[in-house]
C-alpha cells in the first residue's frame, strides 16, 4: 500500500485531499495544528504539532512516504495577507515550516513532494488591468509580488526547486489560482472572497445590502476544490516539475460574482462598495502550459461550483446563527 504525507491536513485543500488519496487507496498521515473544523478527519493517522519545529518536522517524517503533499502555510484571504498587519509571521512561519519539510524529506531520502504555492507570486506590474492581466508561468519574473505572502511562496518555491537540481527530488509545484468550496473557511478573518460573499449574502434578508470591499471592479478567477485536487494529483503523477498554474480561466469582477451568489440564494440584494484590502486588481489563471504538459483543464463552469459552496455556507450561518433571513 502506498503511503501519503499531507502536511495541512487540517486545512481546507488539505483535508479534501486526505479524502481523495484515501478513496484512491493511499495509506495517509495527516499533520497539522488541528484537525479539520468541518468534519473528521479520513487520515489513517493524524499528528497534531507544529511544523516550524525542525525535530516535530523530523518525527512526522519518520519513514520513506512515496509522496509528500506540502500545504501547510499561514495564509488566508484578502483581509489577512494584504492589510500588512501579518506580514512578519506570514513570511516567517511558512518559510519555517518549508525549510523544516525539505530539510526531513531530503534526510529520509523521500523522493516526490508536492508544493502549493500561489498566484500571489505574479508581479503586481501585469495585473493592473483588470480585463487583461498576465499569469504565464514565465512573466512571474522579474519578480515583484504585491504582498509578503506572494514572495515568501517564490522564495519557497525557489528552495524547492534547488533542492530537485542539487539532491534530485522530484518536486513538483502548483500554483493555485483562488480556491474555494465547501469545508472551508467562511467567516473569523481569513475566509476568501466567495466563502465571505456566501455568508453575506445567507445572512442578509432579501431587499437588503450587502458590503464589498472597492469598486467590485477587480476580477478573478476561481476553482472548485474537486478540480483543484484533480489537477494536483496529475501534476503529482505526471513527470512534470512546475511551477505550473492550477486554477480556472473563467474571469469574473468581484461584483458579478456576488450577483451570481445572489441569484443562486435567490435573493435580491444592494451592493454598497466600502474600503478594504483588495489585491491586485486584475488575476487570471492561464492555463496553456498545464493544458499542453498534463492534458488537464477544469471541467465546470463556476457557477456549479458556487452553487454547492454557497448552500453549505448557508447550512454554516443557519447552524451558527439560527435561521437565516429570508
Ligand atoms: P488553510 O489555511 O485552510 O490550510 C493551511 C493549514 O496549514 C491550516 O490548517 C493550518 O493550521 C496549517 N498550518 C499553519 N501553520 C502550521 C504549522 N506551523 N504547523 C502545522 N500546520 C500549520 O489553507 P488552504 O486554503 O487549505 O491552502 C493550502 C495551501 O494552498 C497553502 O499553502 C496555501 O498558501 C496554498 N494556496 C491556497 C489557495 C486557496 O485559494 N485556498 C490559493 C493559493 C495557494
Known sequence: MKKALVCGAGGFIGAHLVKRLKKEGFWVRGVDLKYPEFAPTQADDFILGDLRDPYFCRHVVDMRFDEVYQLAADMGGAGF?????????????????????????????????FYSSSACIYPEYNQMDPDNPKCSEE?????????????????????????????????????????????????????????????????????GEIEIWGDGKQTRS??????????????MHSDFTGPVNIG?????????????????????LSIRHVPGPQGVRGRNSDNRLIYEKLGWKPTQPLRVGLEF???WVEEQVRAAYGTTPS
Open 81 to 113: 495577507v494584504f492589510t500588512g498587519e501579518h506580514d512578519a509571521d506570514i513570511m516567517h512561519n511558512s518559510a519555517m515550516i518549508n525549510l523544516n519539510i525539505l530539510d526531513a524529506c531530503y534526510r529520509r531520502n523521500i523522493k516526490r513532494v
Open 139 to 207: 512573466s512571474a519574473y522579474p519578480a515583484a509580488p504585491d504582498s509578503e505572502y506572494g514572495w515568501e511562496k517564490l522564495f519557497s518555491e525557489r528552495m524547492y526547486l534547488a533542492y530537485h537540481r542539487n539532491y534530485g527530488m522530484e518536486v513538483r509545484i502548483a500554483r493555485y489560482h483562488n480556491i474555494f468550496g465547501p469545508e472551508g473557511t467562511w467567516q473569523g478573518g481569513r475566509e476568501k472572497a466567495p466563502a465571505a460573499l456566501c455568508r453575506k449574502v445567507a445572512m442578509a434578508p432579501d431587499g
Open 222 to 235: 476561481f476553482l472548485y476544490i474537486d478540480e483543484c485536487i484533480e489537477g494536483s494529483l496529475r501534476l
Open 248 to 268: 480556472s480561466e473563467e474571469m469574473v469582477s468581484i461584483n458579478q460574482l456576488a450577483q451570481m451568489i445572489m441569484e443562486i440564494a435567490g435573493k435580491r
Open 309 to 311: 459552496t454557497y448552500r
